[in-house]
């Protein structure tokens, strides 16, 4: 049994969940509303507050769908009321971020200032200048808007110039030493 697919998920309050005949589950929160169409085998029951998922065989393929679905499931409502943050820094001199409108304007050394628009659904804020958070409902835009903008500028190992995640940690690498005579 998967360890993580036969743990049940408790469905706060607020929060309505559908499951539809084609596998569709549409979470609806107080501010978002996701929708998802997950793979057809999968057994989802939903017993008051509580929802479980369950798979038809031992298959291995039934296997690796099980604590899958039950992960998608469980982000779509940790989505719908918390959200989703990710943290990138700056680091660089002169490089910078800030918020025109909805527009992300990098200034990242480049001759040109760096410009970005969110997807829908995600918001990001600039709360200092080497800063940037990323913020939706769905962990895979967030995640994948997070390292778009990442992607800009990667950070290099000399100097650890660029734009990282705020939990990564940049080896750094000695530089070129000066030759012998």
Same mark, same amino acid.
């Given at each position: 049994?998967?360890?993580?697919?036969?743990?049940? /998920? %408790?469905?706060?309050?607020?929060?309505?969940?559908?499951?539809?005949?084609?596998? %569709? &589950?549409?979470?609806? *929160?107080?501010?978002?509303? =996701?929708?998802?169409? =997950?793979?057809?085998?999968?057994? /989802?029951? /939903?017993?008051?507050?509580?929802?479980?998922?369950?798979?038809?065989?031992?298959?291995?393929?039934?296997?690796? =769908?099980?604590?899958?679905?039950?992960?998608?499931?469980?982000?779509? &409502?940790? *989505?719908? %009321?918390?959200?989703? %943050?990710?943290?990138?820094? /700056?680091?660089?001199?002169?490089?910078?971020?800030?918020?025109?409108?909805?527009?992300?304007?990098?200034?990242l050394g480049y001759s040109h200032p760096v410009e970005y628009t969110a997807p829908e659904g995600i918001t990001l804020e600039v709360p200092a200048p080497n800063q940037i958070l990323v913020k939706g409902a769905n962990k895979e835009v967030v995640g994948e808007t997070a390292a778009k903008i990442r992607e800009f500028r990667?950070?290099?190992?000399?100097? *650890?110039?660029?734009?990282?995640?705020?939990?990564?940690?940049?080896?750094?690498?000695?530089?070129?030493?000066?030759?012998?005579?």
């Open positions: 049994m998967s360890r993580i697919g036969k743990l049940p /998920i %408790t469905i706060p309050a607020g929060v309505d969940v559908k499951v539809s005949d084609d596998n %569709t &589950i549409t979470v609806k *929160g107080a501010k978002e509303t =996701l929708t998802r169409t =997950l793979h057809p085998d999968m057994i /989802i029951k /939903i017993d008051g507050q509580t929802l479980t998922v369950e798979r038809p065989s031992e298959d291995k393929m039934h296997k690796s =769908l099980h604590g899958l679905t039950r992960t998608l499931v469980n982000n779509m &409502i940790v *989505g719908v %009321t918390d959200g989703f %943050t990710k943290t990138l820094e /700056i680091n660089g001199v002169g490089y910078r971020a800030q918020l025109q409108g909805k527009k992300l304007v990098l200034s990667q950070p290099e190992p000399y100097k *650890g110039k660029g734009i990282k995640y705020s939990y990564e940690h940049i080896r750094r690498k000695e530089g070129k030493t000066g030759a012998k005579k």
